[in-house]
């Protein structure tokens, strides 16, 4: 009897152990993988207050973004060049976030991603963490205005590496600009992720109304420009034939106010 007793005990114990685990697992995969738009809005209020990350919407139009343009290269931007090729061929519009320290040198491409429908947005002045310009945040942030406004009225700011505080909010909000993050990140920010693990990241995650978010290259050994001229190439045809149109955030924002 004691024996009996000590194994049910243990199976007990197995069972509540493997029960554990895969409650772990689940969860870990649905934050990881298949994030809800409640579990992104309960955890937007611990990484950036007051950011949109996807917009409510019954259309099948989606906000696609492209981070840290244009490519850190120089002498020629040429995968910003390449992803502008992209969205032309399959007349895809996008919202471009500009760190303008490596735009300067490119007063042309800025225009002609006006021209072509894009839209521009604010990603500061250098590569580094929003959050940890602290006092010299609106500093950055008016510099980084300033040189965009000579191109189109710049109305979004995505904060880098994500992270904001309701300080940097009431700044942004004090120059009348929204803040968006995106509720489809796809990994590609890690060297480890191919284009094809991006490509069915997104189109497990889509939904209308979405916030995708890819990123251009920081470095002549930087792939992430390249792994998103391919990740594009093999989204949009496919959402495309699904009927999903891909606009640019003001353009989502306005459907959205329109329901």
């Known amino acids: 009897m004691v024996k009996n007793d000590r194994k049910q005990g243990i199976n007990k114990k197995t069972i509540f152990r493997l029960i554990a685990i895969f409650t772990i697992l689940l969860f870990s995969y649905k934050i990881l993988f298949k994030p809800s738009p409640i579990l992104i809005r309960g955890l937007s209020l611990f990484i950036c207050p007051q950011a949109k990350y996807f917009f409510k919407t019954e259309k099948k139009s ?98 880098g590496h994500g992270f904001c505080n309701v300080k940097m909010s009431e700044i942004v909000q004090k120059y009348s600009y929204k803040i968006a993050l995106g509720s489809v990140w796809s990994y590609d920010t890690n060297s480890l992720v191919s284009p094809r693990f991006s490509s069915w990241y997104i189109k497990q995650n889509i939904r209308p109304g979405a916030i995708i978010i890819l990123h251009d290259s920081q470095a002549k050994s930087d792939r992430r420009g390249q792994n998103t001229i391919k990740t594009l190439n093999h989204i949009i045809p496919q959402l495309q034939q699904q009927g999903y149109r891909f606009v640019t955030l003001s353009e989502l924002d306005r459907e959205a106010q329109q329901r």
Not at 68 to 83: A, G, M, Q, S, W
Not at 96 to 109: E, G, H, M, S
């Open 62 to 159: 989606i906000a696609l973004t492209i981070d840290d343009i244009p490519d850190n290269n120089r002498l020629f931007p040429h995968t910003t060049l390449e992803i502008l090729d992209v969205l032309n061929r399959y007349e895809a519009k996008a919202t471009f976030f500009v760190i303008t320290n490596q735009a300067k040198d490119f007063p042309l491409l800025m225009k002609s991603i006006v021209e072509q429908g894009h839209e521009l947005g604010n990603h500061l002045t250098n590569d580094e963490p929003s959050i940890e310009l602290q006092e010299r945040f609106e500093t950055e942030f008016v510099k980084a205005d300033k040189f965009l406004s000579q191109f189109a009225t710049v109305r979004w700011f995505r904060p």
